[in-house]
Nanobody
Framework: QVQLVESGGGSVQSGGSLRLSCSVS????????MAWFRQAPGKEREGVAA????????YYTDSVKGRFTIARDNAKNTLSLQMNSLKPEDTAMYYC?????????????????WGQGTQVTVSS
């Protein structure tokens, strides 16, 4: 089992920055991919950014490229998402996820472990 706990959400004005963190515990050696997903009210869950453990290959959805950065700190067992130049359309509940095998990085099926989510609200 792998446990994920997100933190760092909040409210910010358009153009501002936030940094999300995900604390990872349990059988972390079994984790293959980690990712951030988001879901706005009335919309489907969307893959935002993902990282492949070991190679550190990263993947981003087009709407956040150049603004968001995903990173893994192995020493601290944390996953982070640095979000800059935030826009109102980034407003959503953000979830940390982990897989125990190969997945399509920004697609939610296959991610076995999920955190409880942290809210990000961007006002114009």
């Amino acid at each position: 089992q792998v446990q994920l706990v997100e933190s760092g959400g909040g409210s910010v004005q358009s153009g501002g920055s936030l940094r999300l963190s995900c604390s990872v515990s349990g059988y972390t050696s079994t984790v293959y991919f980690m990712a951030w997903f988001r879901q706005a009210p009335g919309k489907e869950r969307e893959g935002v950014a993902a990282i492949r453990i070991g190679t550190d290959s990263t993947y981003y959805t087009d709407s956040v490229k150049g603004r968001f950065t995903i990173a893994r700190d192995n020493a601290k067992n944390t996953l982070s998402l640095q979000m800059n130049s935030l826009k109102p359309e980034d407003t959503a509940m953000y979830y940390c996820a982990a897989s125990s095998g190969y997945v399509i990085p920004l697609r939610s099926p296959g991610y076995r472990y999920w955190g409880q989510g942290t809210q990000v609200t961007v006002s114009s």
